[in-house]
């Protein structure tokens, strides 16, 4: 079929290969501006952008496609059959969604209706989740508010961080949106309610959350939390928690909830690490060994073990290296 593909970060990207690969064309790719990122603000093409003028596509960066209306008119002459959208990033307006015969269809990295919205995997991992996946979802004017036509399930390991589950949902995209367009192609076009019953679509209909948007402050580690909460943190916001160590900033990049229930997942450092504390009794953010593993801190409950982190103005480091680099000992605070 002729695939317009709309997609902006290096999630999106396997998707848009995997649909040449199984022999679609792609007509056109749509994605964000560049923008000035990195220490020289140079300006600098999405990942994309990028793959896709390596392999010779035609694309289109509108500002805000919902007033770029030349850009829409572009878009219509393409002549496409339908609209893969995968992390775009921009909301498409009714006259795009309107445009291919066969739909606009997205790739969410959730179980919807459970995490609509922009931050889906990190809201997964912050939250506690056990479960997460994908979803190919007929796109309409709300937010994620969609039919869902497949939808594959993914286990959230207590030691993945956002970038490792992020690659994982991005493969399992690619797949399922390969899967799905022969579904969408043999309901053929139509009017869009007896087009979507053809395809038998789940409607959404349960509990509804959305992942907002995430803060300046959501970053910062509240020590007088919870081990695990703390953790889910580091995990979730993956490379971006941080607390304070004399006065700088600690960026945390990898730690262990040394939870008794847990032992089963935990690393064999972290295991050792287990029962050597009373729950409690120590004042939140305290350090209180310096081992091989890295730093054990105390929390509302349970310690946290640190394993890797980053001090301002250095590099990352890990176990005894980390230990060194702080100077720490036991009683030190950290926040």
């Avoid at 209306?69 to 609209?83: E, F, N, T, V, Y």
């Avoid at 009017?191 to 679509?201: C, D, I, K, N, S």
């Amino acid at each position: 079929m002729k695939v317009l593909f709309w997609g902006t970060p290096v999630y999106a990207v396997p998707t848009l290969e995997a649909l040449l690969s199984a022999g679609h064309q792609i007509v056109g790719v749509v994605t964000q501006p560049d923008r000035r990122r990195g220490r020289g603000k140079q300006l600098m093409p999405s990942a994309v952008k990028a793959r896709a003028l390596e392999l010779g596509l035609r694309v289109y960066t509108p500002e805000k496609i919902r007033r770029d209306h030349a850009c829409q008119q572009q878009l219509a002459d393409l002549g496409a059959d339908l609209s893969v959208v995968v992390a775009f990033g921009q909301i498409l307006p009714p006259e795009v969604l309107r445009q291919p015969p066969l739909g606009c269809w997205n790739g969410h990295g959730s179980l919807l209706p459970r995490w609509r919205g922009a931050g889906p995997i990190q809201w997964s991992i912050l939250e506690g989740d056990a479960q997460t996946g994908v979803g190919v979802m007929a796109m309409e004017v709300g937010l994620d508010t969609g039919p869902v036509l497949i939808q594959r399930e993914l286990e959230i390991g207590l030691l993945e961080n956002a970038h490792q589950l992020g690659e994982r949902l991005s493969e399992l995209t690619a797949d399922l949106m390969v899967e799905a367009l022969p579904q969408i192609e043999s309901a053929g076009a139509g009017a869009e309610e007896e087009r979507l019953r053809r395809l038998g679509v789940r409607h959404q209909t349960s509990e509804v959350t959305y992942a907002r948007m995430l803060v300046k402050s959501d970053y910062q580690i509240d020590w007088s939390a919870s081990a695990l909460a703390i953790h889910r943190k580091v995990m979730g916001l993956f490379p971006g928690a941080v607390t304070l160590w004399n006065g700088k900033r600690l960026k945390l990049l990898v730690t262990e909830p040394l939870i008794e229930r847990l032992r089963q997942e935990l690393s064999p450092l972290a295991q050792d690490l287990l029962g050597r504390w009373p729950t409690g009794g120590h004042q939140a953010g305290m350090v209180l060994e310096s081992c091989e593993a890295g730093l054990v801190v105390s929390s509302s409950g349970c310690p946290l073990l640190i394993r890797e982190a980053q001090l301002e103005g250095k590099g990352r480091s890990h176990g005894r290296a980390l230990v060194q680099q702080l100077q720490a000992k036991t009683g030190d605070m950290l926040g």
